[in-house]
T-cell receptor, first 121, second 114 residues
Framework: GAVVSQHPSWVICKSGTSVKIECRSL??????MFWYRQFPKQSLMLMAT?????????EQGVEKDKFLINHASLTLSTLTVTSAHPEDSSFYIC?????????????????FGEGSRLTVL | AQSVSQHNHHVILSEAASLELGCNYS??????LFWYVQYPGQHLQLLLK??????LVKGIKGFEAEFIKSKFSFNLRKPSVQWSDTAEYFC????????????FGGGTRLMVKP
């Protein structure tokens, strides 16, 4: 099946630094990728929709300047947490759908990355 | 506002017990419904989905879910759970005209005792 890979899987950084998380679709192209955040013992929260070649669409309450999203190619989207603070510590997950509808044609199945755990000290 | 709620946050069952996890959604229009499972240390995986047609949907690993429109529900069921079903289960909903943007429920952590 389709594979979405995230890197790094775990990162620890100091407060005030910026961290970049990559999301790659390994065997398919994705014009749209999604970034989620999962707090401990809570559900996934959609942060933003990443669109290849255009600006990301952010959900209400998500700071655009803090969570920079770049979707430079059909296989790569990056999330940069700028000036990270301890409250940004979380599990970040991306997902993507094959633009050609591989997997389950037209069903909206998303393929999820394995997640990236960010710890800000 | 769109929302998905899962009634049970934590469920503990013995092997061979039957399982039903509740999911209710709130959406204004036509909705697509999904159940995802996240095994410990693994990716989210799709268990089953409902778009239209037969409201009783069968998924992988013996799971099924029933869409009851009048109750805005999409409960997940399995007649006999196994230890390997220990995982976290997420119900999700998306408007049919909103691409793949999904709203997730809070998740239910299932522990099956051997």
């Amino acid at each position: 099946g389709a594979v979405v890979s995230q890197h790094p899987s775990w990162v620890i950084c100091k407060s005030g630094t910026s961290v970049k998380i990559e999301c790659r679709s390994l065997d398919f192209q994705a014009t749209t990728m999604f970034w989620y955040r999962q707090f401990p013992k809570q559900s996934l929260m959609l942060m933003a929709t990443s669109n290849e070649g255009s600006k990301a669409t952010y959900e209400q309450g998500v700071e655009k300047d803090k969570f920079l999203i770049n979707h430079a190619s059909l296989t790569l989207s990056t999330l940069t947490v700028t000036s990270a603070h301890p409250e940004d510590s979380s599990f970040y997950i991306c997902s993507a759908r094959d633009t050609k509808g591989q997997g389950l044609q037209g069903t909206g199945e998303l393929f999820f990355g394995e997640g990236s755990r960010l710890t800000v000290l | 506002a769109q929302s998905v709620s899962q009634h049970n946050h934590h469920v503990i069952l013995s092997e061979a017990a039957s399982l039903e996890l509740g999911c209710n959604y709130s959406y204004g229009g036509t909705v697509n419904l999904f159940w995802y499972v996240q095994y410990p240390g693994q990716h989210l995986q799709l268990l089953l989905k409902y778009f239209s047609g037969d409201p009783l949907v069968k998924g992988i690993k013996g799971f099924e879910a029933e869409f009851i429109k009048s109750k805005f529900s999409f409960n997940l069921r399995k007649p006999s759970v196994q230890w390997s079903d220990t995982a976290e289960y997420f119900c999700a909903a998306g408007a049919s005209n909103a691409g793949n943007m999904l709203t997730f429920g809070g998740g239910t952590r299932l522990m099956v005792k051997p």
